[in-house]
Nanobody
Framework: QLQASGGGLVQAGGSLRLACAAS????????VGWFRQAPGKEREFVAA???????????DYVDSVKGRFTISRDNAKNTVYLQMNSLKPEDTAIYYC??????????????WGQGTLVTVSS
């Protein structure tokens, strides 16, 4: 199971850190991705990190968040983080974490968390 947390209401330019805590699975063996879905829009890929974590891990970001968001993981704590800085109103969405194979396609991930709402006010 995956549990996403850390969402909330923040002003534009502010920061939030999302966390995705895992249980019941060998978390460190799988890549983790963050996706988001804004009202009236399709779910989109945000970021992903390979299973290794640390400086040698493979990370990927959608262009719209590059330089603002940072994904990281602590396998000892079974947790993946998404540090979000310089937030914009267009970042408003429900953010989901998922584990599975690395990539941008949601079909690559077979376990999904319940989502956490991020609202950025202008």
């Amino acid at each position: 199971q995956l549990q996403a947390s850390g969402g909330g209401l923040v002003q534009a330019g502010g920061s939030l850190r999302l966390a995705c805590a895992a249980s019941g699975r060998t978390f460190s063996a799988y890549a983790v991705g963050w996706f988001r879905q804004a009202p009236g829009k399709e779910r989109e890929f945000v970021a992903a990190i390979s299973w290794t974590g640390g400086p040698t891990s493979y990370v990927d970001y959608v262009d719209s968040v590059k330089g603002r968001f940072t994904i990281s993981r602590d396998n000892a704590k079974n947790t993946v983080y998404l540090q979000m800085n310089s937030l914009k109103p267009e970042d408003t969405a429900i953010y989901y974490c998922a584990s599975g194979g690395i990539g941008r396609a949601s079909r690559r991930y077979d376990y999904w968390g319940q989502g956490t709402l991020v609202t950025v006010s202008s």
